[in-house]
């Protein structure tokens, strides 16, 4: 690792941005998003960061060598040589953010990283991260130790737990998981049937339910490198323990602990 990734809280503070054109549109856009107040003058006093979006690379080179001379950290817009720090691809769920870098080598390949770890995280997960802030209090009068507390809610966030992080509406289950949350462990059933042998086809709702499974029967036309896109320690049967196959072609059956 040759970073720390860190969140940064800009709100209400200056950022200077040097540079016109759409990499410094881009980079306006992302700091206002977060707080910040960017400015153009390169003199502003109280800056918390300096970031440099000039195309000329010798007019670059000057300015980021006197925002430097000011103690300020510096982002170099396409010149990682010249950066204090990057900005990563970013996937926003606020409160929850998920920051992808590559510490500069290339921008397109954190954006492409970005779009498939998107397509995985759903869009409650602002919401789940939220009603827990909120509930904090209570959750410590129902496990007053540390300890218990921390096991209980790791196994509430874990795949196929009630407030599983991958799960679409699991924020609606944290009432009932505060209410009775040391109810009996209960079981779902889905059968999942395929459209191809490619992984890369498996639906959004498909992966999901892959990542929860705690047993997974699958037929034997089911390529290994589908079956590797569950958990590790999911249990895997042969389809055929079960009385009758789903339907026809490749399919799975899997059980999770709800």
């Known amino acids: ?33 977060a707080g910040a107040v960017v400015v153009d003058d390169e003199t502003a006093s109280d ?17 980021v060598k006197r925002l430097k001379a000011r103690g300020l950290l510096v982002n170099a817009v396409d010149r990682s040589d010249l950066c204090d720090y990057t900005t990563p691809a970013i996937i926003d769920r606020d409160p929850v953010l998920i920051a992808i870098g590559t510490g500069g080598a290339s921008a397109g390949l954190a954006k492409s ?11 409650n997960l602002g919401k789940l991260a939220s009603g827990l802030a ?27 737990g009630p407030l599983d992080v991958l799960s679409e509406g699991s924020e609606a ?17 889905e059968d999942i049937v395929l459209t191809s042998a490619d992984p890369d086809d498996l639906t959004l709702r498909q992966a999901r339910l892959l990542g929860r499974a705690d047993q997974i029967f699958a037929a034997d036309d089911v390529p290994e ?3 590797d896109r569950a958990r590790a320690d999911a249990e895997r ?5 079960w009385d009758e196959k789903p339907a026809k072609g ?9």
């Open 113 to 123: 990283l970005r779009q498939r770890v998107e397509r995985l995280v759903p869009g």
């Open 237 to 241: 049967f042969v389809l055929t323990l």
């Open 47 to 63: 800056a918390a960061l300096g970031v440099v979006a000039l195309e000329d690379d010798d007019e670059a080179l000057a300015a």
């Open 225 to 227: 490198s589908v079956l």
């Open 173 to 189: 289950n944290l009432e009932s998981w505060l209410a009775m949350p040391f109810a009996k462990d209960l079981s779902e059933v």
């Open 134 to 160: 909120a509930a904090r209090e209570r959750i410590k009068q129902i496990w007053p130790d540390s300890a218990r507390r921390r096991k209980a809610i790791d196994a509430a966030l874990d795949p196929g």
């Open 1 to 33: 690792m040759n970073q720390l990734p860190i969140f940064v809280n800009l709100s209400g503070r200056k950022v200077i941005l040097l540079g016109t054109g759409e990499m410094a549109d881009a980079k306006r856009r992302l700091y206002e998003r």
């Open 250 to 258: 490749l399919t799975l059956r899997i059980r999770m602990n709800i």
